[in-house]
């Protein structure tokens, strides 16, 4: 069944950094849905699967930003 789980994320300060985000963490695998809240610094993502911890850090980091702990 689907999971969603919010991360916070370091770094967004503007609408570029939210669809850089978006898009990275939208190509995972088995990813369904991501919302990125710009204010509250965390991006919400739904998924097949539980995704790997490690798996949404790199595409946070390959995006340009910084995963703190998931919340
Ligand atoms: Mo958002 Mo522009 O960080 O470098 S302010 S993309």
């Known amino acids: 069944r689907p999971v969603t789980q919010t991360y916070a994320v370091t770094g967004m300060t503007?609408?570029?950094?939210?669809?850089?985000?978006?898009?990275?963490?939208s190509a995972l695998p088995g990813v369904d849905e991501v919302r990125v809240d710009l204010a509250a610094g965390t991006a919400t993502?739904?998924?097949a699967e539980p995704l790997p911890i490690e798996t949404v850090r790199a595409a946070v980091d390959e995006a340009g930003?910084?995963?703190a702990a998931g919340i």
Request: charged share 30%; hydrophobic share 35%.
């Open 65 to 67: 930003y910084e995963l």
């Open 45 to 47: 993502v739904t998924s």
């Open 14 to 25: 503007c609408e570029h950094c939210v669809r850089a985000v978006t898009e990275e963490l």
